[in-house]
């Protein structure tokens, strides 16, 4: 027998018992050939395109889901940032091509379809700035659109304009979906060294040095981790790292499997695997569950920052040769709300957003589905982004914040946002203002890139 | 190893009862699907079956295999899994 019934029944019940999915296959989308002066036209031939190249993706991903027994739960398409198309727009909005990849999305049967974007971390061109004054009213007017800005990145500094000008987006985007808890900035990501090939929502899009079209592919897994861990019992560093690369060599596999087969029956060239292990809101499938597996009272204790340094790394080496290509943000995510062990961390008064910043800076990827009292100022905000583009910009790594001033809540309550967006407690942010200096204008220069202490 | 072979992994698992192994056959059979190897072991009275298949002459789509061995398991209550070998071969094998 070329497998044994062990084998087999673990590769079924990761799936059954361990709520092991692949998280994503997403599509990558070239737009570029759309442009028009015109918005509406150009709207109508992203339309079409998006329709044309992604028809395949959701047909695929079913057949693919029957063939090897394993669930793909979100198929996504993420095109080139809409801010390249909109330096022509005579108009100066860039709504109009939002809805047209949010009716796109729906005739597909996609997800989330990402994107809507700009890149400033340098400046602004006249398409950044009509693309940013369009977010708000983009996310509101579409269910399915996602929406990134990077501002900052290791080679050119962090654009304070452009931190500050997104601060106030997150804020009227709150304000524009206070009907639904500010959900709005649930589809909003702001990035410090924002990657191009990143199969994950809200922040994928299709970087310019991309091909036509491309498929990438998203793991998830955090319970496959914890389950392994509960069966080991006590193990030393060295042991416990050799399990986690052990399991992450074996989901990553899959996924590699997955957009190998996605790639040939599309017709479309296989990009990356993105080794990110992905929560969701369901019971068990928490990164915070594995961290206080590995002996953490709460996630959030001293010694959280330790345990996430070591997963992480576990996790990418692990990943690494079971995928030809890695890439993407590949990294444990903790989004807060999207984690029921992280959102009962912070309810038993473990974890808090200090906390919470530090284990960015060894781990993918910020402060992500932050729920923040909706009183918060539109300073404080463009202060928490400016941190985290800090760690990102020092550190040669991704960071990004996607929070969300929830209206009319405070420190405490409990939002939710539904679905794998989850609901968890608004975290408390600190209450001194760094007014003066997150308005002084201009860029903060570029770091040396020597010198490492 | 003959290239044009299609191989399918069926796994069973249940509570242990007579008829099992006949009912899943049967319906293997009956789709003109050839078990190659078959490993079965009871685990604390669980039933555990796992089959090596060749679907390759197979007289009905996958999606349709799938629905009929998924009908005659809900019929003998237990669990059937029909996965294609190389999600196992990719995890398992290097």
């Known amino acids: 027998m070329l497998f044994s019934l062990e084998e087999v029944i673990e590769t079924i019940s990761a799936v059954g018992v361990e709520t092991f999915d692949i998280r994503t296959v997403s599509c990558g989308i070239n737009i570029l050939s759309c442009a028009d002066s015109d918005v509406n036209k150009c709207a109508e031939k992203v339309y079409e395109k998006v329709v044309r ?15 090897y027994g394993i669930p793909i739960v979100n198929k996504r398409i993420s095109v080139t940032p809409v801010s390249m198309l909109a330096n022509a727009f005579t108009e100066p909005t860039a709504v109009p091509i939002a809805i047209a990849l949010d009716n796109a999305a729906k005739e597909l049967g996609i997800d989330y379809i ?10 602004f061109t006249r398409g950044d700035q009509i693309l940013i004054n369009s977010i708000p009213d983009a996310l509101c007017s579409t269910d399915r659109v996602c929406s990134s800005v990077n501002i900052g990145s290791s080679q050119s500094g962090i654009n304070m304009d452009g931190v500050y000008r997104m601060a106030e987006v997150v804020k009227e985007a709150a304000e524009r979906s206070r009907d639904k808890n500010g959900l709005a900035c649930a589809k909003l990501v702001v990035f410090c060294n924002a990657v191009e090939d990143n199969p994950f929502i809200a922040g994928s899009f299709l970087g310019a040095g991309e091909a036509e079209a491309i498929i990438n592919v998203g793991i998830s897994g955090p319970g496959v981790v914890r389950a392994a861990l509960e069966r080991a019992g006590n193990l030393s560093f060295g042991e416990l790292s050799e399990l986690i690369k052990k399991v992450s060599f074996k989901i990553t596999r899959t996924g590699e499997l997955i957009g190998r087969e996605a790639s040939r029956m599309m017709g479309i060239p296989f990009g990356i695997i993105d080794l990110s292990l992905a929560p969701t809101p369901a019971a068990g499938d928490s990164i915070s569950d594995i961290l206080e597996l590995m002996g953490l009272e709460r996630t959030g204790c001293h010694g959280t920052t330790a345990a996430l340094a070591m997963l992480n790394d576990a996790v990418k080496k692990g990943g690494m040769m079971a995928a030809t290509y890695a890439g993407g943000l590949s990294g444990a995510f903790i989004p807060v709300t999207e984690d029921a062990g992280m959102c009962r961390a912070i309810e038993d008064g473990a974890l808090n ?21 909706g009183d918060t100022s539109v300073d404080v905000i463009a202060g928490i982004i400016a941190d985290e583009a800090a760690i990102g910009m020092i550190n040669h790594k991704t960071t990004a914040c996607r929070l969300i001033p929830v209206p009319g809540m405070k420190a405490g ?8 967006l989850g609901k968890g407690p608004v975290m408390e942010v600190g209450r001194h203002s760094p007014a003066v200096f997150v308005r002084r204008g201009g860029r903060i220069p570029a770091p040396v890139h020597s010198m490492k202490n | 190893m003959n290239n044009n072979k299609e191989q399918v992994v069926i796994t069973v698992l249940g509570a242990n009862n007579p008829g099992i192994l006949a009912g899943i056959t049967r319906t293997i059979a009956d789709s003109n699907v050839n078990v190659e190897d078959v490993s079965q072991k009871i685990m604390q009275d669980l039933f555990a079956l796992m089959m090596m298949t060749d679907f390759s002459a197979a007289n009905c789509s996958f999606e349709e295999f799938q629905n009929r061995m998924q009908a005659m398991a809900d019929q003998l209550r237990v669990k059937v899994f029909i996965q294609h070998e190389d999600v196992f071969r990719y995890q398992h094998r290097l």
Not at chain 1, 53 to 67: C, N, Q
């Open chain 1, 114 to 123: 990402a994107g809507f974007g700009a890149l400033v971390h340098k400046g």
């Open chain 1, 353 to 373: 957003i200090q906390k919470l910043e530090a284990m960015t800076c060894v781990c993918s990827v910020g402060l992500d589905m932050v729920a923040i009292p």
């Open chain 1, 53 to 67: 190249v992604g028809r395949d993706l959701v047909p695929t991903a079913r057949i693919l889901e029957k063939k």
């Open chain 1, 413 to 420: 309550d409990v939002v939710d946002f539904g679905g794998l």
